[in-house]
């Protein structure tokens, strides 16, 4: 009688572990070759899917531009002025670049105490000016020139000279008495330009703290600058003054 299986009487019995060396050398030998595949170097990827240290680091920060420097929206500046006023050099009172050319345009500020011609659009000199102080003040608004006079007098401002030539008033009003004898002479008021009927007008005359007011309400600018505006105005220019009082215009 056939003696019965050994792992039928028994079925919790562990098999035989040398039924299980053959499969295992042949996992050792699979996982050997595969060891062997991983040491073996790759070929280098394409740039576009390279991903460099730098790259995958944090960004480094932004250069800080140079003072002036940036982008378009930071530096960018509103357009000049079509006529920006120039910087006068230190003791400069005036320029001028508008010989052969009519003048056209002036424009006057008593706040600035300067005067800026124009022949057309274009701006062909500047000057300082010294115009009406406080209790003669320039006035403002549209003017033309009315009356041109190379060698213009006051009759209103000037002095009191005796007959010997010396001054007996030095500051006087053309309604002052004059004694026996003695004269009033207005002051000298050369190219004058006339801008208002009751006397105001553009003269050649002394600015004696430039940015100042000095006048009785005349325009006084350097002599040389006179001059030339008195040979260059056109035909009834306009002129505009800007600061002061309102008033005595047009």
Sequence with gaps: MP?????????????DPRRRVGPLLL???????????A????????????????????PPEAETPESGEGS?????EPPPES???????????????????????????????TAT????AERVGWTTIA?????????????????????KRSNLYGKIVGSNGRVIRASAHGRDPVPRGARFVGASMPHFMRLTYDGIGMHAGPIPNPGQPASHGC????????????????????????????????
């Design 131 to 151: 115009s009406g102080v406080s209790s003669h003040p320039t006035p403002r608004g549209q003017f033309s020139i009315l009356e041109k006079v190379r060698d």
């Design 117 to 120: 011609f124009f022949a057309g």
């Design 72 to 76: 378009v929206a930071e530096t960018s």
């Design 39 to 58: 040491q073996m170097s790759f070929p280098d990827l394409p740039p576009t899917m390279q991903t460099s240290q730098e790259e995958t680091s944090e």
């Design 83 to 113: 006529e920006p006023t120039p910087e006068a050099a230190p003791g400069q009172l005036f320029e001028w670049s508008g010989d052969g050319r009519d003048i056209t345009r002036i424009v006057i500020d008593t706040n600035a105490q």
């Design 219 to 250: 325009i006084r600018m350097p002599p040389d600058m006179a001059a030339a505006v008195f040979a260059h105005v056109g035909p009834a220019p306009a002129a505009s003054g800007v600061g002061g009082r309102p008033g005595g215009g047009n």
């Design 27 to 37: 996992l050792a030998a699979w996982l050997l070759t595969a060891a062997g595949c």
């Design 3 to 15: 003696m019965p299986d050994e792992s039928m009487t028994h079925p919790h019995t562990a098999p």
